[in-house]
């Protein structure tokens, strides 16, 4: 099938919630989708201070959610968690696990899933966020000028599961030692004190404006683009990013990380083929982009 030009597609602003439940191993599952309504030709700020980059992009519905363990083993048939239980986020997840041929997406658009919720419009499939949309969506869509430092607000403990505070004192570290140093004594001196992480079900802390929940902590959450640390050759109509490189963008940090990497600039990146038990993921179902020429 040929692909679409998201930029070409046109949605009403106020779209329904899509929705498709079915019945777990244990109980009822629900995945839902909220619309995140598109720039509309008033771009947005990706990035933090002088150096964002103002970004344009069409809209796409992004599950409320990372994918649950529960809907990665309904499409799947197995479960590759670290920490077990349907509610919680899948982890232990590569992004060739999800994006490979016969991987999960592709499993999930060939399902009963998809034309359930595609709505009369098959250009719609399954796919992972580029940086820029994941970044919009967790800034609130158009209420990214609220400007919040976690997706919905500047208190991580109503958004986030994470791991320690970043505190004057980590801070202090930094500014005698430099960054590098001082963020290497911090890190061992947090690794001295005890402190057992987990993830936590999904939904259980407040959402943002659009809806979404745990865009800030629990699980990292893959994005399609290669990494590069150039704003500049970040697209700026909501594409991934396509190269040249290998590691692939990780972005909205996870339950052991400090918040400030759960804050909704940070970007994080890792080669392709890594998991561990704080790498997952969420949907977007949107058009296809182009092929890039």
């Excluded at 980059?53 to 479960?79: C, D, I, K, Y």
């Excluded at 820029?132 to 986030?160: L, M």
């Excluded at 802390?205 to 704003?231: F, H, Y």
Aim: proline content about 8%; aromatic content about 10%; overall charge negative.
């Amino acid at each position: 099938m040929v692909a679409c030009d998201p930029s070409q597609v046109e949605y009403l602003e106020d779209m329904e919630p899509r929705r498709f439940a079915w019945e777990g191993q244990a109980e009822r599952q629900e995945l839902v989708l909220v619309w995140v309504p598109g720039t509309s030709g008033a771009p947005y700020g990706f990035g933090h201070g002088e150096q964002g980059r103002r970004v344009t992009l069409a809209g796409f519905f992004m599950s409320t959610t990372p994918v649950t363990q529960a809907l990665w083993h309904r499409a799947m048939g197995e479960n590759p968690a670290r920490h077990v239980d349907p509610r919680c986020p899948v982890e232990n997840v590569s992004w060739a696990h999800v994006t490979t041929a016969g991987g999960f997406l592709d499993r999930l658009n060939a399902g009963d899933m998809l034309p359930a919720l595609w709505g009369g419009d098959p250009s719609l499939r399954f796919r992972l966020p580029s940086e820029t949309e994941w970044e919009y969506a967790a800034r609130g869509g158009p209420r990214w000028q609220d400007d919040f430092a976690f997706s919905g607000s500047n208190n991580p403990d109503t958004v986030a599961w994470y791991g320690p505070r970043w505190r004057r004192g980590d801070q202090a570290l930094v500014a005698v030692l430099g960054w590098r140093s001082g963020w290497h004594l911090a890190n061992r001196l947090r690794k001295a004190l005890p402190h057992r992480t987990r993830t936590h079900p999904v939904g259980l802390k407040a959402p943002n404006a659009l809806g979404l929940s745990d865009m800030s902590g629990n699980v990292w959450e893959w994005c399609e683009d290669i990494c590069t640390d150039d704003l500049d050759a970040v697209p700026r109509d909501g594409r991934p990013y396509a190269g040249p490189g290998t590691d692939r963008r990780l972005r909205g940090g996870c339950h052991h990380n400090w918040d400030l990497h759960c804050r909704v600039w940070w970007r994080y990146g890792i080669e392709p083929g890594a998991h561990d038990g704080c790498i997952g993921f969420r949907l977007v179902l949107a058009p296809e982009w182009p092929a890039v020429t």
